[in-house]
């Protein structure tokens, strides 16, 4: 879910750039922060599952 929501996140701040609107790289940072957050989520989760089955 997390990866989807910094998705969006992206693209409408991406969007938002280019379209100059004040926001935009507010939004596009706040994308970014959602991204690495969901990976590291994703790579913890994996390496946990394998460690304890």
Same mark, same amino acid.
């Given at each position: 879910?997390l990866? &989807?929501?910094?998705?969006?996140?992206?693209?409408?701040?991406?969007?938002?750039? &280019?379209?100059?609107?004040?926001y !935009?790289?507010? &939004?596009? !940072?706040v994308?970014?922060?959602?991204?690495?957050?969901? &990976?590291?989520?994703?790579?913890?989760?994996?390496?946990?599952?394998?460690? !304890?089955?």
């Amino acid at each position: 879910m997390l990866l &989807v929501t910094g998705i969006v996140f992206v693209f409408t701040g991406a969007l938002l750039k &280019v379209l100059k609107f004040e926001y !935009s790289s507010i &939004v596009l !940072s706040v994308g970014l922060i959602i991204e690495v957050f969901a &990976v590291c989520t994703v790579f913890y989760e994996m390496n946990y599952k394998n460690k !304890s089955s």
